[in-house]
């Protein structure tokens, strides 16, 4: 009974957080067609470790936790403005292999004020994992990125990230 009483009472605030909406913050897209018909088109067996898209998902999954951020995830066919309005942030970690129609709802979701962090090779390729002539993205924001993850995704990146007057932010 004295037992039950304190764990009655940790329960009790607790309550009106059990089984609510999260608060919406953050949008993590987990790409499925990037993870499907990007990164599984070299066959990596089958073994114990995580590939390499889990991977990154874990660790921004990981890094947004520690920093008390608990994301939203968005899946491909969810992917569109009116599930995104609710977020101020838009995660984009492997989201290499994107639809015409998902880089539209990319740029309208900034244009409306939302924060867009791009992973690197976001819309690298189109919506089946075809390598892109050009990417709708570069284009639209004006820049270009230097490489994108290899489908075989056996490499390792550090990326660097430079404010535009130069200055490093840091390496990730």
Request: glycine share 6%.
């Amino acid at each position: 009974p004295k037992t039950t009483k304190h764990i009655a009472a940790v329960l009790d605030k607790l309550a009106p957080y059990v089984c609510k909406d999260s608060v919406p913050y953050a949008a993590l897209h987990l790409s499925q067609q990037t993870e499907t018909f990007y990164l599984s088109r070299d066959r990596k067996g089958v073994d114990w470790v995580v590939e390499p898209f889990w991977q990154s998902v874990r660790g921004w999954t990981q890094g947004l936790m520690q920093a008390h951020i608990s994301p939203d995830y968005i899946y491909d066919k969810r992917f569109k403005l009116e599930n995104l309005k609710r977020y101020k942030v838009l995660l984009l970690p492997m989201s290499i292999a994107l639809s015409d129609a998902q880089c539209r709802t990319i740029l309208c979701f900034a244009e409306r004020g939302g924060v867009v962090v791009l992973g690197p090779g976001t819309a690298a390729a189109d919506e089946w994992g075809e390598k892109r002539a050009a990417n709708p993205l570069e284009k639209a924001l004006g820049f270009r990125f230097r490489s994108v993850p290899s489908h075989a995704a056996s490499e390792r990146v550090l990326l660097t990230l430079i404010k535009k007057s130069g200055q490093m932010v840091g390496s990730f």
